[in-house]
């Protein structure tokens, strides 16, 4: 069974290496990476339901003993993250079979996918901090190559800023490392566990837990360290702002939970204080900076920030409710925001265009994607009965219930300007007549039909942000059983080191 | 030794902050290439340092009979260098598709991405300045 908790990392490296062996033939390439897309996300079911059923589960890989080899450990946090990440691979996959032109497909879009997906899910299992760091840069690589693939100006003006603060926030989290190793003598996450309570100097261990916070904080696009986001996430091709939109910062958010859950919990006071006013103040940048924008894809990026804020907010309340929170809402959070990113691609292609102004009509016109698109963007402000609102209710009540009124009180107005954002792209882009309706026409692009490979991921992530809405029960049990796991890092010691 | 090399650290990463900040491509690359070393240093300097204490142990012995060199970091170090190195080629090979596609390594010109405003409403003319970043005043 052990081969489950390797097959998530191991599969989209194997898809990657014969779409690129397949390259030359793309109508082939397509179905051979649809295919492997299909395997992982069976993979990934599997891993989900062994863990969900028989717990935490750990493995050495080549059965070196725990503190000395590489280990991947899934518990409930890594198994959801890794489950999301599979269903966003497989809608991104199927979506792209109709935005991708053969020109991207030439340049190697299909292996750098799988890569990423790769690099991501290896991310979440990995229990070694080295080898995190390792995953880390094979995920940003990919993501250097899908962001400026299709290699325009704007595409190549956002890759540079994206490169330049991404790998100094690479360099941060290795420095943290080594002068982590240089305190305790090890990288094992669960091993560090046990050996950062033995060292003397605390004061400069809590200065390491910042470093590792702004390495974490600069990926995750924490306030004030985000402005590489809303600089590139708009230029790629939708497919890959909505695979990014969904993954990349949640890696980050997930190190930063699971670092700061395990290994530095001995000034909690300290260090989840600092999380949780950038929490807070992320929230507000985030979705006040939203309402400044009027491109449909800008609006959405900015609002990316916002909601990590959310999650940071879980994470620094730091109580069993405040995390199973903050897991429900990167479950929920990553369905719907990658969503968003396809159905703004679908708008785009009925409109031609992004922009606010020029777009319009689509609820007369494409009554089924605007109703797919409300589905998404009021669970994302959090209207009942949608995912979001339980979320975002989960955090609240979290929050009253530990005495964090402010917090509490932050969370709901955050939601409600949301609304606002959600609403004006509502109003503009569904709402309001079409352009051909309007006065003043002004000649726009042409625009085309939705494509049923479009249509397809896109119904099947709304269907799935509705079932988490209607039948939340399931999924807050998973999202529980993960924050007990995380308030209780002996159980994650425990099955990584063995019974001691 | 360690603190001179801790020295030599800080004055590193700061010299490397400094070039990273300076608002060119080309002076970022460099202070990159810096900092890069920089950390590579740091993680050995972690390590401990040890003088002619090779890692080896004697046959058949099971652990070491004294205190010898730690070989972790360098592997941790080596790892780094060869992902550091894949990385830098990436990053000179985007800097310069950048400078041929955009004409400028000067990252305040750099404005394709995200349009100033100039009292136009957002992204109306996304490329206006795309084809004159020479027109606008430089900063200096």
């Known amino acids: 069974m052990n081969v489950l908790l390797v097959l998530p990392v191991i599969l989209p490296f194997a898809s990657a290496a014969v779409t690129l062996w397949s390259s030359g033939e793309q109508g082939r390439q397509q179905l051979i990476s649809l295919l492997g897309a299909l395997l992982h996300l069976t993979a990934c079911a599997l891993l989900f339901i062994w863990v969900a059923q028989s717990g935490m589960q750990a493995m050495q890989v080549g059965d070196w003993p725990a503190p000395f080899g590489i280990t991947l450990a899934a518990d409930h946090l890594s198994v959801v993250m890794v489950m999301v990440t599979a269903i966003l691979g497989f809608a991104v996959t199927l979506y792209s079979r109709a935005e991708i032109d053969s020109d991207l497909l030439g340049a190697g879009y299909h292996p750098l996918l799988h890569i990423l997906l790769g690099g991501v899910c290896g991310a979440f299992l990995t229990g070694d901090l080295f080898n995190l760091y390792v995953w880390f840069e094979v995920m940003l690589m990919a993501s250097f190559g899908l962001l400026v693939l299709g290699r325009t100006k704007e595409q190549l003006d956002g890759g540079v800023k994206y490169v330049m603060i991404n790998l100094f926030a690479t360099l941060l989290f ?248 959600m609403t004006k792209i509502w109003g503009e882009a569904f709402w309001k007549p079409g352009p051909e309706e309007q006065d003043a026409v002004q000649s726009r692009p042409e625009g085309k039909s939705p494509d049923i490979w479009m249509l397809l991921p896109v119904t099947g992530l709304a269907c799935l942000t509705l079932i988490i809405g209607l039948l939340p029960g399931p999924f807050l049990q998973v999202a529980e059983r993960a924050a007990h796991e995380l308030t209780h890092p002996e159980i994650y010691v425990n099955a990584v080191l063995g019974d001691k | 030794m360690e603190t001179a090399l801790a020295f030599l650290c800080g004055i590193i990463a700061a010299a490397s902050i400094y070039l990273m900040l300076s608002g060119n491509l080309i002076r970022f690359i460099f202070g990159l290439v810096l900092a890069t070393n920089g950390v590579n240093l740091l993680i050995f300097v972690s390590g401990r340092l040890s003088h002619s204490k090779p890692p080896q142990i004697a046959e058949k012995a099971v652990v070491p009979a004294e205190a010898m060199a730690n070989a972790l970091p360098q592997a941790l170090i080596l790892t780094a260098i060869v992902i550091g190195f894949a990385l830098m080629t990436f990053v000179f090979i985007l800097f310069y598709r950048t400078y041929q596609a955009l004409g400028t390594v000067n990252t305040e010109l750099m404005r394709m991405a995200e349009p100033r405003e100039d009292g136009r409403g957002t992204g109306e003319k996304p490329d206006a300045d795309a084809h004159s970043p020479e027109r606008r005043e430089k900063p200096e």
């Open chain 1, 174 to 421: 290795i420095s943290g490392i080594g002068l982590l190793y240089g305190m305790t003598g090890t990288l094992n996450l669960a091993d560090l566990h046990l050996a950062v309570q033995e060292v003397d100097n605390q004061a400069l261990l809590t200065a390491v837990a910042a470093i590792f916070m702004t390495a974490f904080g600069i990926k995750a696009g924490l306030f004030p360290l985000f402005f590489w986001l809303p600089a590139s996430y708009h230029t790629p091709p939708v497919a890959v702002s909505a695979i990014l939109a969904g993954l990349l910062t949640k890696v980050g958010v997930y190190a930063l939970i699971r670092l700061f859950s395990l290994v530095f919990t001995f000034n909690i006071a300290y260090t989840h204080g600092i999380l949780l006013v950038a929490g807070v103040v992320t929230m507000f940048t985030g979705v006040l900076g939203a309402a400044s924008y009027n491109e449909f894809r800008r609006i959405l990026s900015v609002h990316i920030v916002s909601q990590v804020g959310y999650m940071i907010l879980g994470l620094a309340l730091f109580s069993p409710l405040a995390l199973a929170g903050a897991v429900f809402y990167l479950l929920h959070n990553m369905i719907v925001k990658s969503n968003l990113f396809l159905i703004s691609g679908l708008s785009a292609r009925i409109c031609g265009t992004f922009e606010l102004k020029k777009l319009g009509g689509l609820y007369h016109g494409h009554r089924y994607v605007a109703i797919l698109f409300f589905i998404s963007a009021f669970s994302l402000a959090g209207f009942p009965p949608l995912s979001g609102f339980w979320a975002k209710l989960i955090l609240v009540r979290a929050g009253l219930e530990i005495g964090a009124y402010g917090a509490a009180a932050a969370a709901v107005i955050v939601g409600l300007l949301t609304t606002y954002s």
